[in-house]
């Protein structure tokens, strides 16, 4: 008899430690520390449930919802020390025992809380969701970047909904109902037009500014205005080839504020202009590429001797560092200002959208344009001029061309010798 009932035991104690397995830890799910402080919890609540809500192109409604589950757990001290002390059999015995607190668990609710509006992004009935301005903003990044793709970190300065008071306005959480407005925000006022007519015009309420609330106790961080302005990071994710002013849209991360749900952040792509002195790093072979749509375009520098003899060769180094070899070989003439047109070597073709919706036949990449500029000397030793000249003079004389007779011009007026 005395086998069984061990068995039996051990049998569920087995299952209660593969239910703490199976159950992930909420401190993990919000990416927090045990330690962690009640501030810090609502800022990993606020970013994870902006990230994960089914209304978001990042949505995923199964980690919203463990992200509400996990703040709700450790949001309220109680529950926080049941779940420290009994992990989740404990928590779940202490919700059927009765004390599960004053905690919304609809998961939307508490997003709403935070954020205002109801619990979801989108319109729809129910008199839609009041949505905050869209912000615009212009992120600089270098040609390299655009040619090999990168995950650009920025900073933007906007408003915030205040962490101290959890966007109340109030330093004790407490808010009351305007006794003016009685919690309409509107006022009717009567105007007397004549003797005996009045005029009815509603107007806010200029005790509680419209709100219908009022604070007695103002949160001195924002001084009851709910929000503060301050510094917010966010990764932009440049592809290969994405054109200059292609725009990046940031869901529900402009201004936020807790009456309203904030609106869209819209990024607009510009190619940064190097600076001579303080984008060496990004030089290539001691100059810059330069960009049209999705050709690039390189000005490479000659000696006289090598654009009219030719035999010379240039390796250039490209922007995702392979090497395009520019050559000329013995008695090949390169004229000044001549353009050569190196097919596929220019910017990655941009293909928004999914992978299979463009042309595969379409070529990948554009092409590249090397202009030629020569350089002339500003003097010749007297030796090289002497032997130089004699040369070109021996040529000229053999085969060479009268440039004035050629023109069709007249021939210059001979000036008369004065015999006097």
């Known amino acids: 008899m005395l086998l069984p009932q061990i068995i039996s035991h051990l049998l569920?104690?087995?299952?209660?430690?593969?239910?703490?397995?199976?159950?992930?830890?909420?401190?993990?799910?919000?990416?927090?520390?045990r330690s962690c402080s009640e501030r810090d919890l609502k800022k990993a609540y606020r970013t994870l449930s902006k990230k994960y809500h089914p209304d978001k192109t990042t949505g995923d409604e199964k980690k919203f919802l463990e992200v509400a589950e996990a703040y709700e757990a450790l949001s309220d001290p109680t529950t926080r020390k049941v779940y420290d002390q009994y992990g989740h059999d404990g928590?779940?015995?202490?919700?059927?025992?009765?004390?599960?607190?004053?905690?919304?668990?609809?998961?939307?609710?508490?997003?709403?809380?935070?954020?205002?509006?109801?619990?979801?992004?989108?319109?729809?009935?129910?008199?839609?969701?009041?949505?905050?301005?869209?912000?615009?903003?212009?992120?600089h990044v270098p040609l390299r970047d655009l040619y090999n793709g990168k995950d650009t970190e920025f900073t933007i300065e906007k408003q915030q909904i205040c962490e101290e008071c959890e966007g109340s306005g109030s330093a004790d959480g407490q808010v009351e109902?305007?006794?003016?407005?009685?919690?309409?925000?509107m006022v009717i006022q009567k105007h007397m037009l004549a003797p005996g007519i009045f005029q009815q015009v509603q107007m806010p309420c200029d005790q509680c500014g419209g709100q219908g609330k009022s604070i007695k106790h103002k949160c001195k961080v924002c001084g009851g205005t709910k929000v503060v302005r301050g510094p917010t990071t966010l990764t932009a994710s440049i592809e290969r080839g994405m054109p200059k002013g292609h725009r990046l849209v940031f869901e529900s991360e402009a201004d936020e504020h807790p009456d309203h749900v904030a609106g869209n952040l819209y990024v607009h792509i510009m190619e940064s202009e190097p600076q001579l002195g303080g984008d060496d790093g990004?030089?290539?072979?001691?100059?810059?590429?330069?960009?049209?749509?999705?050709?690039?375009?390189?000005?490479?520098?000659?000696?006289?001797?090598?654009?009219?003899?030719?035999?010379?060769?240039?390796?250039?180094?490209?922007?995702?560092?392979?090497?395009?070899?520019?050559?000329?070989?013995?008695?090949?003439?390169?004229?000044?200002?001549?353009v050569d047109t190196i097919k596929g070597e220019g910017m990655p073709v941009y293909h928004q959208g999914h992978v299979h919706e463009?042309?595969?036949?379409?070529?990948?990449?554009?092409?590249?344009?090397?202009?030629?500029?020569?350089?002339?000397?500003?003097?010749?030793?007297?030796?090289l001029e002497k032997d130089f000249w004699a040369v070109w003079e021996k040529w000229r004389k053999k085969k060479g061309v009268d440039l004035l007779k050629d023109s069709g011009r007249p021939p210059p007026a001979v000036p008369i010798k004065d015999e006097l």
């Open 91 to 139: 928590l779940e015995n202490h919700k059927r025992g009765g004390s599960g607190g004053g905690h919304a668990h609809d998961p939307f609710d508490l997003f709403s809380r935070f954020f205002g509006g109801t619990g979801h992004f989108g319109g729809g009935g129910g008199g839609g969701v009041r949505r905050g301005p869209d912000l615009e903003v212009r992120l």
């Open 358 to 383: 463009h042309d595969h036949d379409a070529p990948e990449f554009g092409n590249l344009y090397v202009e030629y500029k020569v350089i002339l000397p500003d003097q010749m030793e007297s030796g």
């Open 12 to 33: 569920a104690l087995f299952a209660i430690i593969a239910c703490a397995f199976a159950a992930q830890d909420f401190y993990k799910i919000l990416g927090v520390d």
């Open 282 to 338: 990004l030089r290539s072979d001691g100059t810059f590429f330069r960009r049209k749509d999705d050709d690039l375009y390189w000005r490479e520098v000659l000696s006289l001797r090598e654009a009219w003899m030719g035999e010379w060769t240039r390796n250039l180094t490209h922007l995702d560092g392979h090497v395009v070899q520019l050559s000329r070989k013995r008695g090949e003439v390169v004229q000044p200002g001549q």
């Open 177 to 185: 109902t305007c006794n003016k407005c009685g919690g309409r925000g």
